[in-house]
C-alpha cells in the first residue's frame, strides 16, 4: 500500500519512532483522533494516553505519553512527547504501588501545592493503569 503515514514520535530524550504506518491514534486533548495519510493539517496539545500505530490493519505498537503536542502536516504527523513509555515496558505491580504511595501522599498532604501534586499523579498513574489492562 502506498498511502503510509509517516510517523515521528520526538521525546525531550531522543527520537523515539520513526516509521511509516497505515494510521496512528493520538490522544488528543479534545479526545482521541486517528491520523490517516492525507489527513488535513492540524496542531493539537496531547493529554496522557497511548499512541496506537496500526499498520496492515492490526496494531503494531502502544506507546504511553504523558502529554505534548501533535502536528499533522502534508509530510506526516510528528508527536512531541514530554515523556514516552513502550507500554510493553510497563510493570503493572509498580505502577500499582506508585498509585498507593501517591494515594497516602494525598492523604498526609498539608498544602494546596501538596494536594494538587499527588492529585496530579495519581491521575497520570490511573492512566498508565488503564494502559497496562
Do not use: W
Not at 490522544?27 to 497511548?50: Q, T, W
Amino acid at each position: 500500500m502506498d498511502d503510509k503515514l509517516a510517523l515521528e514520535l520526538v521525546s525531550p530524550e531522543r527520537l523515539l519512532v520513526s516509521a511509516e504506518a497505515d494510521m496512528v491514534v493520538v490522544p488528543g486533548s479534545e479526545g482521541d483522533f486517528g491520523v490517516l495519510s492525507g489527513h488535513a493539517p492540524v496542531i493539537s496539545s496531547v493529554r496522557p494516553g497511548v499512541i496506537e500505530v496500526h499498520d496492515e490493519d492490526k496494531e503494531t505498537e502502544r506507546i504511553f505519553i504523558t502529554g505534548g503536542f501533535a502536528e499533522v502536516t502534508a509530510e506526516g504527523l510528528t508527536v512531541l512527547a514530554e515523556e514516552a513509555i513502550p507500554v510493553a515496558e510497563m510493570d503493572r505491580e509498580d505502577l500499582e504501588q506508585r498509585l498507593r504511595n501517591a494515594e497516602e501522599d494525598l492523604e498526609d498532604a498539608e498544602t494546596d501545592e501538596a494536594t494538587h501534586r499527588a492529585q496530579a499523579t495519581i491521575a497520570l498513574l490511573t492512566e498508565m493503569l488503564k494502559a497496562v489492562a
